[in-house]
T-cell receptor, first 115, second 114 residues
């Protein structure tokens, strides 16, 4: 499989559940990103990892916990979410964090619904 | 600090007519500029990218954009719209060599009328 893949594609969870979103990139990139896309809101950058190290956390609530075990995999662990966390969660990767090869390649997203 | 403004939240054009999606940016240094497209229930796909080479950038699916420094604009155009172009389009700016964040515009929804 090529590009950036995300699983699951759809997830429905209760507020007391714990679940994880998975992202995998097959492009040999060094940087990976989590975004949140809510209806009628701009795309929100949540976390950035570069060479497995977290370089950015945009004031994301602690109920979202990222993990990057290697440059190809990125997880988003979810616990005690709120209904307003329902959104499309997009993963992306890029060859470089900065410089001329920083264009991002996106996965298809996980549509999350919190009941 | 950098920013990006997409001037229209919705644009409607008839099939076969030209498309113009407007984007203005502000950046203190040499920006990288991108256009992405997102079809319903899909991730974002890179259409084209500008990184200080040619000011007219050609992308996929017949789209192109022109970097105009004097106008701080990076408008996206296509000579003839196709029904499959109906989607949301995002203009993105980042400063190539600085610690500034990559900034996404709010998006423009393109509607194609038959």
């Amino acid at each position: 499989e090529t590009g950036v893949t995300q699983t699951p594609r759809h997830l429905v969870m209760g507020m007391t559940n714990k679940k994880s979103l998975k992202c995998e990139q097959h492009l040999g990139h060094n940087a990976m990103y989590w975004y949140k896309q809510s209806a009628k809101k701009p795309l929100e950058l949540m976390f950035v990892y570069n060479f497995k190290e977290q370089t950015e956390n945009n004031s994301v609530p602690s109920r979202f916990s990222p993990e990057c075990p290697n440059s190809s995999h990125l997880f988003l662990h979810l616990h005690t979410l709120q209904p307003e966390d329902s959104a499309l969660y997009l993963c992306a990767s890029s060859q470089e964090l900065r410089g001329t090869r920083n264009e991002q390649f996106f996965g298809p997203g996980t549509r999350l619904t919190v009941l | 600090a950098q920013s990006v403004t997409q001037l229209d939240s919705h644009v409607s054009v008839s099939e076969g007519t030209p498309v113009l999606l407007r984007c203005n940016y502000s950046s203190s240094y040499s920006p990288s500029l991108f256009w992405y497209v997102q079809h319903p229930n899909k991730g974002l796909q890179l259409l084209l990218k500008y990184t200080s080479a040619a000011t007219l950038v050609k992308g996929i699916n017949g789209f192109e954009a022109e970097f105009k420094k004097s106008e701080t604009s990076f408008h996206l155009t296509k000579p003839s719209a196709h029904m499959s172009d109906a989607a949301e389009y995002f203009c993105v700016v980042s400063d190539m060599n600085r610690d500034d964040k990559i900034i996404f515009g709010k998006g423009t929804r393109l509607h194609i009328l038959p």
